[in-house]
């Protein structure tokens, strides 16, 4: 609670913006109007997997709210083929808009009637807004004339005269072009108030930079970091594990183009120390996965050395981190010190295997964690180019300054993988540096970390802890981002038992199908109510095998988005998208997006079907939503501004 004075000084200082009673009371009655409009629409997505393109067409059509909107707005007098042909306008003006005008032998009559019906669908998409909101996202170059498109009134005049004539001069001066990209742009900005990423935006599919260059561009967008950021978010900060963990799934995906041409990373020095060193090996193991096998032969041979020479220093960087955090509790998983070299197995669990290549030339069986001095140098070259890319850096800069490991919003809890619980369904407690962390302090606590890892000083004990709890949480059995006992990968290639490649989840995938544990979860981060649910990405919903993403009584909603090809056979579906917008929370389920090619020209959507898993009792307001309690409180200073000038407390008209 503020101090008098210091609600005084408050006070003083609204002054300054609201000098007088008159004022302080429209500026009451603006917002209390405000209030009462419908709550904007939020739009959830999570596990894009770098498919930018079909994270691109998803996030133009809003998961399909466009295509109802101009199902609404135009109705049966309009042809379907003509409906998607606007869609795929609005979505891609710069690609639909040339080849659209090359189709049409009455190209003034086509820009009369395209306009017409983009301005109709952009006033239905700004009814929600106010004007002044509407006018303050307007282009500069083209506010004046939007603003009268959108706002005028035609009670006494004729609107399609009125119309007609600016059209007329748009198109005398060439203007038609650039209103209608404009307007395709406002009606996708008005449609969507509001962006939630719940993680992994990286790795598998070709461009998660393009992902992240979009999302830089959006208004409004937060993300819940997944464990496949994380460890990217360690790789720019400079740990050479995760630098070393990325590059395998990047090799094992044979996705370099992600590094070479999207972040400038070269990979020169590596491919050269793994030819040297593994090119008598046989790397078959070592190719990429069978579905990402397209490049000449040789390529693929020198992605597989340039595989298997990171897997292996990877896995010296994790002995060393395993070793010097014993808060991991993870010497079971430090495999060089499990090995026997001499008969070329490995201890896994209680048990001893074969090792299924036993071909180590970097390895000196009394130090196995250390590196010999040309991997030292890959390793550090590695660690300069990941430093001096730009690109990588602005990326993520923007998942720190955008991102957390969890998010509260409008009544809904959103986070990427898990609640640690015990199989009684407690939140799991695990210590970490001396003290016992569970639900949502283990969240905030991890949050912390994550940022220690980036933000600590350059060359700190403090920096180097952070970077080593980011790959913590990239894998580790209590990771809130991973959830299951362990990341197998070590096992999958070297051990042939296929019983050692299960990662057991964690018993909160087993607990979230009770009502009792979403709403113990809720609690925890102070949430409660009918409108309450927890949005949940990380694991693929196996539609194939009849799971539903819908859990714990319709409260937790598991969203992969399925963007990930090489999981489709899996699941059975592309995937999930939410709506939340003022009638409730809706749920999307997408059938596999081709391409963007056969989208712009054949106007292929992703075709999607959508059901209602929470009907809001009456329309949600802005009053209703975070927005609201800020602007409520606002109301509340604002009303003491006014008693303050009327008991003469403060002086009408002060300026200092
Ligand atoms: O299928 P891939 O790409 O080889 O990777 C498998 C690994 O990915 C993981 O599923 C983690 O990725 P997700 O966060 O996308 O689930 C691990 O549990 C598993 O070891
Ligand atoms: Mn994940």
Sequence with gaps: MPTHSEHLRYLRLLAQQFPTVAAAASEIIRIEAVLRLPKGTEHFMSDLHGEHEAFVHILNSASGVIHEKIDTVLGDSVSPAERAELATLI?????????????????????????????????????????????????????????????????????????????????????????????????????????????????????????????????????????????????????????LTVLKTTLAYNNTDTL??????????????????????????????????????????ATARMHKAVTILMLKLESQVIERNPDFHMEGRDWLQRIDWQKGTVRCGDSEYMLLDRDFPTVTPSDPAALTAAEQQVVDGLVRAFAESERLQRHVQFLYDHGALYKICNGNLLYHGAVPMTQE?????????????????????????????????????????????????????????FGRSAMTTFERLYIADPATHVEVKDPYYRLIDRPETADKILAAFGLQGEGCHIVNGHVPVRAIEGESPVKGGGKLIIIDGGFCRAYHQKTGIAGYTLVYNSRGLILRTHQPFESMEKAIHEDEDIASKSEYIYTAPRRIQVADTDEGVRKRERVRDLEALVKAYESGLIPQGLRV
Aim: proline fraction near 4%; hydrophobic fraction near 35%; include cysteine.
């Design 91 to 243: 979505y891609y003006p710069a690609q639909k808009l040339p080849e659209l005008k090359a189709r049409q032998t009455d190209l003034a009559g086509w820009y009369r009637a395209t306009l017409l019906r983009l301005i109709e669908l952009c006033r239905f998409v700004s009814s929600k807004h106010t004007r002044a909101h509407v006018r303050a996202g307007l282009p500069e170059s083209c506010a004046y004339i939007l603003d009268e498109l959108l706002h005028a009134h035609f009670e006494d005049h004729d609107k399609d005269l009125y119309y007609g004539q600016i059209i007329d001069s748009m198109l005398r001066h060439d203007r038609a072009d650039a209103y209608i990209t404009r307007l395709c742009e406002i009606i996708k900005w008005l449609a969507v108030d509001r962006l939630h990423i719940v993680g992994d935006l990286f790795d598998r599919g070709p461009r998660p930079d393009r992902i992240l260059d979009s999302l830089m561009a959006h208004h409004q967008v937060d993300i819940q970091w997944g464990n496949h950021d994380v460890v990217w978010m360690g790789a720019a900060s400079g740990s050479p594990l995760c630098i």
């Design 260 to 301: 070479e041409s999207g972040y400038g990373i070269s990979l020169r020095q590596l491919e050269r120390f793994a030819q040297r060193t593994y090119g008598q090996s046989d790397v078959t193991r070592w190719l990429p996965h069978t579905d990402a096998r397209n490049g000449a032969a040789g390529d693929l041979t």
């Design 425 to 481: 369904g407690e939140f799991a407690e695990h210590v970490y540096e001396g003290h016992s962390w569970s639900g949502k302090g283990l969240f905030d606590y991890c949050d912390r970390r994550a940022r220690q890892g980036y933000f600590a000083p350059e060359g700190s004990p403090a920096r180097q802890a952070g970077q080593d709890f980011l790959w913590y949480l990239w894998c580790g059995a209590q990771s809130p981002l």
